[in-house]
Antibody, heavy 118, light 106 residues
Framework: EVQLVESGGGLVQPGRSLRLSCVAS????????MHWVRQAPGKGLEWVSG????????EYVDSVKGRFTVSRDNAKNSLYLQMMSLRVEDTALYYC???????????WGQGTLVTVSS | SYELTQPPSVSVSPGQTASISCSGD??????ACWYQHRPGQSPVLVIF???KRPSGIPERFSGSNSGNTATLTISGAQAMDEADYYC?????????FGGGTKLTVL
């Protein structure tokens, strides 16, 4: 059974940093791209970042470029999102999801909540 | 940047057919997929490659994609289908979601 378990969310002040993690199981992690997708309160889904199986492709939505860094450790079946200079508008439930590159996001985790507030 | 546009809401009576549209520039030249997102749950892929259903997705879910519009069709809608639905496509190595459509079954 595919499982994606996110962690690392919490309450943080504007301008501070946070690191999210996603641990994967039930599939061959190093054969898949991975993504972070967020949903702000009352809003729709927003893709944040994606990383290919070998980290050869790394992409971000414009609003987080220069502030967020995605990475993965295939030996640990883990995906990360280092978030810096956090803003109030980064407040959201952050999901990790898997996909072949240029393919649908076929499994999603339960999400971890990030709240940016003073 | 590439944009996908969906209607904010669609209503359907139980047992009737619901159609949700998703429009984008030459979307028909890309693969479209659809996700169902119920409150408090994770999104679930219901249609991929325009019209294919993942294992476990009921046959009442179908899709099409041509020109500038992709469409998700739910035939014989049930109360359990009430959810937010998002279309999605890839554009230049990035994932793009539509704004989402709230489907109400009443």
């Amino acid at each position: 059974e595919v499982q994606l378990v996110e962690s690392g969310g919490g309450l943080v002040q504007p301008g501070r940093s946070l690191r999210l993690s996603c641990v994967a199981s039930g599939f061959t992690f190093d054969e898949y791209g991975m993504h972070w997708v967020r949903q702000a309160p009352g809003k729709g889904l927003e893709w944040v970042s994606g990383i290919s199986w070998n980290s050869g492709h790394i992409e971000y939505v414009d609003s987080v470029k220069g502030r967020f860094t995605v990475s993965r450790d295939n030996a640990k079946n883990s995906l990360y999102l280092q978030m810096m200079s956090l803003r109030v508008e980064d407040t959201a439930l952050y999901y990790c999801a898997k996909s072949r590159w240029s393919a649908p996001l076929d499994y999603w985790g339960q999400g971890t909540l990030v709240t940016v507030s003073s | 940047s590439y944009e996908l546009t969906q209607p904010p809401s669609v209503s359907v009576s139980p047992g009737q057919t619901a159609s949700i549209s998703c429009s984008g520039d030459t979307l028909g030249n890309k693969y479209a997929c659809w996700y169902q997102h119920r409150p408090g749950q994770s999104p679930v892929l219901v249609i991929f490659q325009d019209k294919k259903r993942p294992s476990g997705i009921p046959e009442r879910f179908s899709g099409s994609n041509s020109g500038n519009t992709a469409t998700l069709t739910i035939s014989g809608a049930q109360a359990m289908d009430e959810a937010d639905y998002y279309c999605q496509a890839w554009d230049r190595n990035t994932v793009v979601f539509g704004g989402g459509t709230k489907l109400t079954v009443l």
